[in-house]
């Protein structure tokens, strides 16, 4: 899942599908995002409505948007999920832009992580004669760069993702 994708979980105050669509829930015997085991709605209210194709799902989708660190209230009426969003206090607020931080600190290590497996194999080719040293280093360089340009996108979305939840 992509950094972008997983901050759009994080709402600003307003409901939308977008909130829940991905969000992973623990059935059949396997993690299933949510928008394959619903059809998901707004109500005139401005909350969400969960309605299972299947309803011995029901349960599991209302304990994994309980565990959901999105603030929902959850009513449950034997059918369909009705959720209701409350109205975002300046503490909430903060909390989701802290959760938003960590997403990109998550992002930032997955990228890190395949900078030093891309690193070690390089180097192992080196070590075999398939890489000359220099070749080595241009490669170094130009990964780092990459990194850093990726690095940067993540610190945006992250920022702009902020902005959004302290001002809406």
């Not at 005139?44 to 029901?58: F, H, N, R, Y």
Request: with cysteine; glycine share 6%; aromatic share 2%.
């Amino acid at each position: 899942m992509s950094l972008t994708e997983d901050l759009r979980s994080l709402r600003p105050g307003r409901a939308s599908a977008e909130l829940v669509t991905s969000l992973p829930v623990a059935c059949y015997g396997s993690t299933t995002p949510l928008q394959q085991l619903a059809s998901i709605t707004n109500d005139e209210k401005g909350g969400l409505i969960i309605a299972p194709w299947d309803k011995s799902v029901t349960g599991a989708i209302e304990s994994a948007i309980r565990d959901s660190q999105l603030g929902f209230s959850v009513i449950n009426n034997g059918h369909q999920l009705i959720l209701a969003l409350p109205p975002l206090t300046m503490e909430r607020r903060d909390e989701l832009a802290k959760l938003a931080k960590q997403k990109g600190e998550a992002a930032r290590v997955q990228v890190r992580q395949i900078r030093a497996e891309a690193h070690q194999q390089a180097t192992k080719q080196k070590s075999t004669g398939e890489l000359r040293e220099d070749d080595l280093t241009r490669l170094t360089k130009e990964l780092n760069e990459l990194i850093d340009k990726f690095n940067e996108q993540i610190k945006d979305i992250v920022t702009e993702k902020e902005k959004e939840l302290l001002t809406s």
